[in-house]
């Protein structure tokens, strides 16, 4: 039973092309996250949400929407695709974003050609 | 600011060495939580272990254990008889209320552990 599933794992696109991940948590946990890792393993924090409302949006591209149908699910999708947004993007929840633990997916790597 | 610093960028071993991993933070608050997260070559990040800024005990678990020290700012992680299996990259983490309660890692340390 996967904790935090994302889709898909790996991710080839060409530059310009709109692209979605998506991220599933079933641990019941209030806050989610998306975090990018760069080619020199460092991870930073894009968006998180709690309870399906945007509480943290650093200086992210506006290619970048996140979106929150529900409590469990936390997609991001990435318009206009560019070479510099070739990562790891690493989707996590924690309880309730009140300084517990957060618990990561297995990334995707996205690559643009 | 808030800012967590890992000088150590790779440390090789040999099987059943111990290692330490340095850990060093800078916060102005005085509520704040410090993890550390492992990274193996598949590629997944995986919890180790929280603290809170309150509770300075030492931790123990297994092979592994922790040495969280206010008055240094650090948050150290020593692997005692290391294995090849634990060859990954550790990442400590800061989080607080100015961070939105987001993870404030630093830059990893890469641990390569030989036979």
């Known amino acids: 039973d996967t904790a935090v599933s994302q889709t898909p794992k790996y991710l080839v696109t060409q530059m310009g092309n709109d692209k979605s991940i998506k991220c599933e948590q079933n641990l019941g946990h209030d806050t989610m996250y998306w975090y990018k890792q760069d080619s020199k393993k460092f991870l930073k924090i894009m968006f998180s949400y709690n309870n399906k409302e945007l509480i943290i949006n650093e200086t992210v591209p506006n290619r970048f929407s996140p979106k929150s149908p529900d409590k469990a699910h936390l997609n991001l999708h990435i318009n206009s695709l560019e070479l510099g947004d070739s990562a790891v993007y690493f989707c996590a929840s924690s309880q309730d974003g009140g300084g517990t633990e957060a618990f990561f997916g297995q990334g995707t790597r996205l690559t643009v050609v | 600011a808030q800012k967590v610093t890992q000088a150590q960028t790779e440390i090789s071993v040999v099987e059943k060495e111990d290692v330490t991993l340095d850990c060093v933070y800078e916060t102005r608050d005085t509520t704040y939580y410090l993890f550390w997260y492992k990274q193996p070559p598949s590629g997944e990040l995986v919890f180790l272990i929280r603290?809170?800024?309150?509770?300075?005990q030492n931790e123990i678990s297994g092979r592994y254990s922790w040495n969280f020290q206010k008055s240094t700012s650090s948050f150290n992680f020593t692997i005692t008889a290391s294995q090849v299996v634990d060859s990954a990259v550790y990442f400590c983490?800061?989080?607080?209320?100015?961070?939105?309660?987001?993870?404030?890692f630093g830059k990893g340390t890469s641990l390569l552990v030989t036979p």
């Open positions: 983490a800061l989080m607080n209320s100015n961070s939105g309660y987001a993870l404030n």
């Open positions: 603290r809170n800024s309150f509770d300075e």
